[in-house]
């Protein structure tokens, strides 16, 4: 049973950087790929960016190139997305999802089987 | 950007009946097309992908069909714990990967 365990929450001023982890565990993690959505209070899934287990590259959405960095630590199993600059918009849960077994040969883009338990990063002055 | 529009906003059913959610892509998107449900709470869950296939460990009351711009979750007999929001997301075009809105279903 594949599993995605998150860091946690976070309290963070506007400006500064936040950095989240996501171990998984259950599964191969160099083939793995790990992609992180967030979600605003109250509002609907916006898709970060992630990897692309095929190529072990990353893709990121347009309106984050700027300010994330997705990286992996294999030694550890464990995924990080990194958001700098933060400002209160980017108060939200921010999730790591696996690419399915099915779809890692793919270039993607991917749908997502597993996820994990969420980490809410607060941006507060 | 490929939009993902869902409707309605919020569906209010009775426990046993049928749901009806949809889901409209801005652009084709052939069959990429998967729908997850969430409870207040905890993540997303993986219902539906390929538009109509069922993911591991879902029950045969939840379907999806459709291709192009239009698709649609089908709920068939409603249980007490369907009741949550329910998203839909396409993987044909990206960056970026897009959801809908999210559909409320709330017991009537």
């Known amino acids: 049973q594949v599993q995605l365990v998150q860091s946690g929450a976070e309290v963070k001023k506007p400006g500064s950087s936040v950095k989240v982890s996501c171990k998984v565990s259950g599964d191969s993690f160099s083939s793995h790929g790990v992609n992180w959505v967030r979600q605003a209070p109250g509002q609907g899934l916006e898709w970060m960016g992630g990897i692309i287990p095929i190529f072990r590259t990353t893709q990121l959405a347009q309106k984050f190139q700027d300010r994330v960095t997705v990286s992996t630590d294999e030694s550890t199993s464990t995924a990080y997305i990194e958001l700098r600059s933060l400002r209160s918009d980017d108060t939200a849960m921010y999730y790591c999802?696996?690419?399915?077994?099915?779809?890692?040969?793919?270039?993607?883009?991917?749908?997502?089987?597993?996820w994990g338990q969420g980490t809410l990063v607060t941006v507060s002055s | 950007e490929i939009v993902m529009t869902q409707s309605p906003a919020t569906l209010s059913v009775s426990p046993g009946e049928r749901a009806t959610l949809s889901c409209r892509a801005s652009q084709r998107v052939g069959t990429n097309l998967a729908w997850y449900q969430q409870k207040p709470g905890q993540a997303p869950r993986l219902l539906i992908y390929g538009s109509s296939i069922r993911a591991t460990g879902i029950p045969p009351r939840f379907s999806g069909s459709g291709s192009g711009t239009e698709f649609t979750l089908t709920i068939s007999s409603l249980q007490s714990e369907d009741f949550a929001v329910y998203f839909c997301q396409q993987y044909k075009n990206w960056p970026p990967i897009t959801f809908g809105q999210g559909t409320r279903l709330a017991i009537k």
């Open positions: 999802a696996s690419v399915p077994f099915r779809q890692r040969a793919d270039p993607g883009p991917y749908f997502f089987d597993y």
